[in-house]
């Protein structure tokens, strides 16, 4: 099983996303099913974010996660910029009653806002010398930004950087992966199917990866996520409100591939070859 290390802790290399989740009551105990489904397979890393559905998800991961040994989970959260100053500890402390918790493993500031970022890193530490968080880090984070913030005087402490990444997006490799590689920052990949492929890349229809997925006896969606935990401190955070498909996405931690396979899924989805703009939902 592929696993990442994020904050001295190993983790499955594959999570749970929450986007768009909790928003629709009617289907509420399908979605708390099918986050259950995921944690009994072996996943333990959970991503919310107060903004998504301005905290109904993370209301409904509260829910789902009622009766679980807390020690066993990994919960991420996100803060929105305007909320860093002078409020953030109040935000954190709602998501936290929303989750059910007094801490999470990860708080991430969600996109770069205007504040000075030592200033929002500062913040982000003091929730951490709090015990609120076990760690702090950044989302929708190029290059420059993760260059900046590493030269701050507490930069060195952010433990993740989530980002858009999939088989069809890939334009962090030209520069971005490598730097978190060789600084000992991993990159948790948001979208790692390409929002259930609607993006434009159309990977699920193409030619190489339906003949890698019939090689393993996988579906498409398998492979891209197989693709997006290949490279190593890749932990991807695929969604999906059907229990079937979260198992999926979970045992797709024990399917590698192969050079041939990359070499396949290259030739369809080549790496870039120039400085991409950051991809971001």
Known sequence: ?????????VLPAIGIGTWHMG?????????????????????????TAEMYGSGAAETLVGKAIQGYNRDHLYLISKVLPNNIAKTIEAHLDASLQRLGTDYVDLYLYHWRGGAPLIDTITE????????????????????????????LPIGSKVAANEDLYNLGSRGIEYSL???QNRHGVPMIAYS????????????????N???VAARHEATPYQIILAWAIHQ?????????????????????????????????????????????PLDIL
């Open 1 to 9: 099983m592929k696993t990442v290390t994020i904050d001295h802790q």
């Open 23 to 47: 928003d629709d009551s009617t289907v509420e105990s399908q979605e708390i099913k099918a986050i259950r489904t995921g944690l009994n397979a072996g996943a333990k890393v959970i991503d």
């Open 124 to 151: 982000l530490e003091r929730m951490r010398i709090k015990g609120k968080t076990k760690a702090w880090g950044v989302s929708n984070f190029d290059i420059d930004d993760m260059s900046e913030l590493w030269n």
């Open 177 to 179: 992966l490598g730097w």
């Open 192 to 207: 790692p199917v390409g929002n259930a492929d609607s993006l434009g890349a159309n990977m699920t229809r193409n030619a």
């Open 209 to 211: 990866v339906l003949k």
């Open 232 to 276: 190593p401190q890749v932990l991807a955070i695929p969604k999906t409100a059907q229990p079937d498909h979260m198992t999926d996405n979970v045992a797709t931690m024990n399917i590698d591939l192969n050079k041939e396979d990359l070499a396949l899924l290259n030739a369809a989805f080549p790496a870039p070859t120039q400085k991409q």
